[in-house]
């Protein structure tokens, strides 16, 4: 039976995919019509298992959603009482920060040079691609400052909290943060560092306004990986499954491991969290260096994790439950209850989207009908062809793919400006726009379901991407 062609359409971009087997709740998905028939049936059989496991209430699905581990990415999960592990995957607390540059515009960046020696400016200063190395510049930090950080998070290194999504979670007083050895020997090592894969440090313009603005999109590096690995495969256990399934366990939260887990994953998370705030500083310097310019932060969020949330059902009630969000952004509008004394209660918290390396980003705010998608936005622009296909089938385009990069030319905020620099040789082809879905068509959707409004439109003059 095909679970695609099972769910059924029930406005321009909302399907819902009613309860069969073993799911627990009708499970909602957020697409165009294009974008529905481009979906994959292993997303959809995904999405109904993330729907089937104990405990869940809730299972929605992001317009960048595509097949992952476990389950999808682009979902969210809700659960009462249960944790699935495979709802924050390995790269616990992954998020993104936004900082804007007040004075500098579209005009003061279009110079290629300059933009090529802020990247090496920020290159001293910010460690990328896989392992544990240092460049010169780079802070470095004691094992006592990270065994603060892994349990008060931004709050370990004075970030003001309406700066973060969350400043910390907490984590359990009797928690043996050092018991899961690969993990800890990681964590003082790689703060301050963005890491390979899809991670990278972009200088972006306002298509409006050609304000400069600058994102960071990384996570809790070794620390987070080796922490979630270790669970799979003891949830694995616990759970009777065999290794080759680990990331189909799940943790009820008043059992042992369960309790564990939750402990040493919000660790992972206050890690993430202060590494992005700590990566500013590197930045702040380039900035200053190249462009005699100031930046501020403005706003943090992650988008691979499970928090306990207050919910509010689409009928008005309010419930405390568990919000997985697997390449999902929280998107809470005014008045949320969890916005309550803060600095955004009355316009609601930005979403921070990256998007493609060519394409660009966006920022949302969410509206009132994100209650329909577990007040969730996408994370991005969801990816249309894995690491390894896309290395193999664009090899032959790799020069077409540089000239792209290199001679882009776009306007912005009336300025015209060309190319966008990078940090190596060659475009990386497992990152390139060609591997993405149109961020443009993915926000679109959100628009027209009145869950989130664009509020900038943001596109890369500058990318430094953590290759391996």
Known sequence: MSL?????RISANHYVLPRTGGMRTDAHAFFSEALYEATQESMWQQLAAGAAYEGVIGAYLMPDAHPGYGVPVGCVIVT????????????ISCGVLYMQVPGLGAEQVADWEKRRRWVSAVEERVATGVGSHRPRRMPRFSQRKADEILRYGAKAIGVDA?????QYIPVAKDAELDSIERAYEKAALQLGSVGGGNHFIELQVDRDSGAVWVLSHCGSRGYGWQTANHFFYEGAELRGLPKNRREDSWLRVDEPL???????HNSAANYAVANRHIIVE???QALRDVFAAEGQVYYEISHNLVQEETLVLPDGRAQ???VHRKGATRAFPAGHPELMGTA????????????SMYHGAAILFAQPGAVASGFSVNHGSGRVLGRGAAKRQLEASHDQIDSEMRDIERVLGGVKVRGIVGNSLRTPLDECGHVYKDLDAVLAVLEEEGIAKVAH???PVANLKGTD
Request: proline share 4%.
């Open 258 to 264: 369960g309790k564990k887990y939750w402990a040493h």
């Open 320 to 322: 405390r439950g568990f």
């Open 162 to 166: 309406d700066l973060c999504e969350r």
């Open 457 to 459: 439109r943001l596109f």
């Open 80 to 91: 009462e009482d249960t944790i699935i592990q495979a709802g924050s995957g390995y790269d």
């Open 282 to 284: 590197g930045v702040q």
């Open 4 to 8: 695609k062609y099972a769910a059924q």
């Open 344 to 355: 955004w209660e009355s316009t609601g918290h930005p979403c921070l989207v990256p998007g």
